[in-house]
């Protein structure tokens, strides 16, 4: 039952140009949304959030977008860098749970 | 310099055998969680704890079994009941802000599990 789909397994996006990751979730009582950014060999670092209160909020070349009504989210990452190339993860949980479910990843790869 | 460290990184066992994966932070975190990821698949939650000696199953814990007597320390056994062991595991702590714990999770590398 996977509750949180990232569909695209990766992405190959030219160096400077946008990168749009994008995530889909079924439970309409998620209400708070993470992405991860996993480099090989290390964990996953926490990127940025947003609650379902607002429907952007970015962070330097980072952006998230929340679509409720779609039930979507997405990464929006300008310009790309080199350094950027690594898997994302999308995260959801009802409130501040235990109980986060992620997507499968999408492995992001810049060309420089 | 604060983390999550995870040993070893690769582990090979026979089938049959328990182990165990180590998982230590010193972040002062009061909530450490592992997570089991299979390829095309999202993490999925094995055990929690929020507080020394308490810990609750998430959603696949069958074949496992965690202590935490330290707050520094979750190891995690896979015990020969589990059906399918190899696989990669994540261990993650967090705050607690009040009483409940914050959503961002620090991860450790992980450790990838090969039973045969």
């Known amino acids: 039952d996977q509750q949180v789909k990232q569909n695209s397994p990766s992405l190959s996006v030219q160096e400077g140009r946008i990168s749009i990751l994008n995530c889909d979730y079924t439970?309409?009582?998620?209400?708070?949304f993470l992405w991860y950014k996993k480099y090989p060999a290390e964990g996953p670092t926490f990127l940025i959030s947003?609650?379902?209160?607002?429907d952007k909020n970015e962070d330097g070349r980072f952006t998230v977008f929340l679509n409720k009504s779609a039930k979507h989210l997405s990464l929006h990452i300008v310009p790309s860098q080199p350094g950027d190339s690594a898997v994302y993860f999308c995260?959801?949980?009802?409130?501040?749970?235990?109980?986060?479910?992620f997507g499968a990843g999408t492995r992001l790869t810049v060309k420089p | 310099d604060g983390g999550i460290t995870q040993s070893p990184k690769y582990l090979f066992r026979k089938e049959g055998q328990n182990v165990t994966l180590s998982c230590e932070q010193n972040l002062n975190h009061d909530a450490m969680y592992w997570y089991r990821q299979d390829p095309g698949q999202g993490l999925r939650l094995i055990y929690y704890s929020q507080i020394v000696n308490d810990f609750q199953k998430g959603d696949i814990a069958e074949g496992y079994s965690v202590s935490r007597e330290k707050k520094e320390s979750f190891p995690l056994t896979v015990t020969s009941a589990q059906k399918n062991p190899t696989a990669f595991y994540l261990c993650?702590?967090?705050?607690?802000?009040?009483?409940?714990?914050?959503?961002?999770?620090?991860f450790g590398p992980g450790t990838r599990l090969t039973v045969t």
């Open positions: 439970n309409s009582m998620f209400d708070y």
């Open positions: 993650a702590s967090s705050m607690i802000i009040g009483r409940t714990p914050s959503n961002e999770q620090y």
């Open positions: 947003i609650s379902s209160i607002k």
């Open positions: 995260a959801a949980s009802v409130g501040n749970n235990n109980d986060m479910r």
